[in-house]
């Protein structure tokens, strides 16, 4: 995709008029145009996340000013200390860094080999396989929360980050769902000359369909670090000692259990921090999506 | 003494086996058996021995708080010769909500002591969440807790629980604001003793402010704002919640129905919408406190709890209030409040409830009360220490010596929860003026007698 | 039109090929394709059909989640016909679903055309607009109530200033599900981004070609882009279909008991919440939710056999 480059275009001496209206009308459509639309449009949606961080920044006195102010009179910067003193903060990152490594890596590995067999092999009964896999998820899981924790409890998995991160090995419906819809786009033909060569069908996965799909393997990454990065309930129910908690946990502890106070710019500050690296990890993975489309185009 | 730790004890060891005899069934977790048994390190077993024996002790709660329990933890460990208390911080949650607990029991890793609202003991005795420690507890020791505490944690004949702390609920008035609409504040003076609800609504009135699209920017009273409930205005009235003869809940009660004319005919002489639009936003359960109509000046009045104290120190500190009695209906009447609070109980599965009940007796006996109402200003639940003024401020003084000796407790049923939602569900309709206070109390009745037939 | 010319469902032959090689072919594929899909066989028996199965047996008895289940057979799904509750939860379900889905769709599509366009600091509005995806959702909910309050929020404020009424969002019955699918707009980045990885896969070339037949953007979007994508907004449609039956922590976080005012924003998954961890009603907690999940099974082949007609699988 090549980007466009209006200053060569207008550094050239135009030779005519027309050429120069030309010129600018082209530079118009590309890059003021869309400019025009979207720079409002992402204002809007950058509200939450401003607000959040200039609320983070507030001293207290000023979260009692009603209507709120925009733009914090003072940027404490000792808030965010504040916040990482009220839990252990750096362990319980440290505990989530580690289910989330191990989530993404379960996600990445399980779900392309599912659905490859949900896409690219013929068989028997594999749309009704998948149909199946389709109605778990409508399965209302507050129903399941017992049982489910039954079922860890025997297995002696309890206190363990087990009952979080095993079950992202066998596949989750969605990404199932996502990589086959992909899957599926990319031509039969590719898949078919290797296997007259005589390729095995984990050949064909990893030499022509994967290096097709970096953008969906690179999204369902990106959901399943999300998912156990702010996986709250799992968390709560599965990890008993204090020293095992996760950050979505450690958010809570902002509210008192009487509920009748908040410490708000604190919690603030500290959503901010446990965003931060999921802003990071996404700035990453969005190149590498991008790149990845661009490789498979060429072929 | 043994029988209720035996029985602990016998109750887990057959859960036990017979989770041991279906993992060998359930042929489809094979495979995921075998990988959890290279992975899953085992729960320590406890100590027994010369070494103290173990107790754990989950709690939602968060600092300051919890620092204070954690520092009658260590003073406890420190004096006792047979158990150490350990101490786990759960995430907090709403307070009816026994996701953890349920969980726990269930899989048969429960606590030894968990801190619970007391407003929840009774429907988790009922089903079956909570030990009885009756015979732990002493009549003698009963007596020192102020009535309503205690009757919070009875259920069918039994003590489920100890009370740990208490609040209560009164009007505040904002002099600031009053002054500024023209009003003389000494009318709300505490020595005055209470006045009606009537006359707060017509003083509140001249302290609202409306602008020309009739958005309220000041509201002189809400009146469901905060604490004033259901229930606030139903034990003003004078109001019975529960006909434990018949085995009913009756929100129909007439006193309660009148209570609540009260408040549709006020929400109504204010224009329902108008006041919801003001209020609303600020009842979301994330709202933030500080922006709290209180603390920002945007009310004259309001009913709410002695915690407000403290909040008015660390958000208002310069804000001039004053706190008084709740109305009455009708002059000359007496004014009635009302409490909740926490308590300690044994969960089910618990095999040391004889442990557990020693520390529980110490956290919510003197030794622990004194501490915690010193250092979280929370209220205390022995009677005797509600009027120690080494305790308490001017201020808080006022709620612990004259409002907690007469309080008011909701009733203690296994469908409380259930009776609060519904109720609150019925005030909704009744102040946002969507159904005559009777119709929409006998629905609240009707929904909330069918779960409590069970029980009968 | 598009549709029509590229469109190969799935499920037909592989092509001619002779009748008992194809058989043994077959069989080969079967083992190969059940290789392939065993961690998902496995994971499903392990930690869905047996709780499943609990949810099943469970919604025959009255049980309260922790003493022994009693057996009572259909009194359970008897009880829902005469629970006004029940069909209020499910309309209330059903009306915010219908809503959120098909707006949902729409500003999934035009978040990722946003995002695909091509200037030179777009990497910076990809991430803003993905951000409120990934705040965590009490953050995005404080920052909604504070623009959408009746006495000072901006987008109050501005509704009142183009002369439409004051809505009290969360306090009016009739606004509080609508709200809700406003809501849901902010977190439009996650569908937008699967949009985006869709978008970026289509061939470059059928837009030249379209280019060199003299086709504008509008027709270009039509006849290239909306069919190319709609394996995708097929995706989406089920996506959003299970997440909006699903709708709970917004619910519990807005408003206080769940579903004020006057249950009007009850929802199902809240409804069965409450009456599992408040109520202690596990055994009809369990008929409701397989009573939901067969709606919305039945919701979802709806969307499927329709979806025949206008999904279009396989690039050219």
Known sequence: MAKSLPLDTVQQPARNETARKANWRRFARKQIVPRLFLIPFVAFFLLPFYWMVAVAFKPIPELSIVPPTFFPSEWRWANFADATRVFPFWQYFQNTLVITFLTVLGAAISNPIIAYGFSRIEWPGRDKIFALVLATVFVPYPVLIVSLYDIYSRLDWVNTILPLVVPLFFGNAFWIFLMRQFFMRIPRELGEAARLDGASEIRILFQIILPQSYAAISVVCLFAALHAWNDFLGPYLYLQKEDSYTLAIGLTFFRSASQYDVQYNLLMAASALVVLPVVVLFLAFQRFFIEGVQVGSFK | MEKVTSRGLTLLKDTKLSRRKALTGAAGLGIAAAGAATFAPRRAPYVKGQAKTQLQFWTGFTDPDLATLRKIVEQYNAQSTSYEVIVTQLAPAEVTDNTRLITAVRGGDSPDIYHMDRFTVASNAANGLVQPISEFVDEAVRATYLPFAMEEVTYDGQIWGMPLDTDARALYYNIGVLREAGIDPTEFDQSNGPVTWDRLLEVANMASVRDANGTYSRVGFVPYANQAWHYTYGFSWGAQFYDEANCAVTPDDPKMVEAMQWVYDACASMDANAISAWETPRRVPGFPPQQGSLVTQGVAFEVTGDWMINQYAQYAPTAEYGITYLPVPQAGMSSATWSGGWSMVVPEGSTNAEGAVDFISYMCGEPGQRIYTTDTRHLPTITSLTTDPSLYTELSSFFAAQLLPTSNNRPPLPVGSKYWDEMTSAYQAIYLNEAQPAQALATAKENTQADLQQFC | MATDAVAVAPERSNGPTPRRRMSRQERQNLVTGLLFISPWIIGFLAFLVYPFYETIRLSFTKYNGIRDPEWIGL??????????????????????????????????????????????????????????????????????????????????????????????????????????????????????????????????????????????????????????????????????????????????????????????????????????????????????????????????????????????????
């Open chain 3, 75 to 316: 009194d359970n799904y008897r009880t829902m016909a005469t629970d006004d509750l029940f069909w209020k939860v499910l309309f209330n379900t059903l009306y915010y679903t219908g809503l959120a889905v098909p707006v949902g769709v729409v500003a999934a599509m035009l978040m990722a055309l946003c995002m695909n366009q091509n200037v030179r600091e777009q990497p910076i509005y990809r991430a803003i607009l993905y951000l409120p995806s990934i705040i965590p959702v009490f953050a995005l909910s404080f920052v909604f109530l504070n623009l959408m309050d009746p006495t000072y929020g901006i987008v109050n404020r501005l509704m009142v200033d183009i002369g439409l009424p004051n809505i009290n969002w969360f306090g009016d019955p009739a606004y509080g599900k609508i709200a809700f699918v406003i809501l849901a707009q902010f977190g439009a980045g996650q569908a937008a981004l699967i949009f985006l990885a869709g978008l970026k896969g289509i061939p470059q070339h059928l837009y030249e070609a379209a280019s060199i037949d003299g086709a504008g953007n509008l027709r270009k979007f039509w006849n290239i882009t909306l069919p190319m994508m709609t394996p995708i907004i097929l995706y989406d449609l089920i996506l959003g279909l299970s997440l909006g039956i699903q709708i709970f922590t917004q619910v519990v976080i807005l408003t206080s008991p769940p579903g004020s005012p006057v249950n009007s924003n009850l929802m199902y998954v809240n409804y069965i919440y409450g009456l599992v961890f408040r109520d202690f009603r596990s055994g009809y907690a369990s008929a409701l939710a397989l009573v939901l999940f067969l709606i919305t099974v039945v919701l979802a082949l709806v969307i499927f056999r329709w979806s025949r007609s206008w999904v279009n699988y396989e690039t050219v």
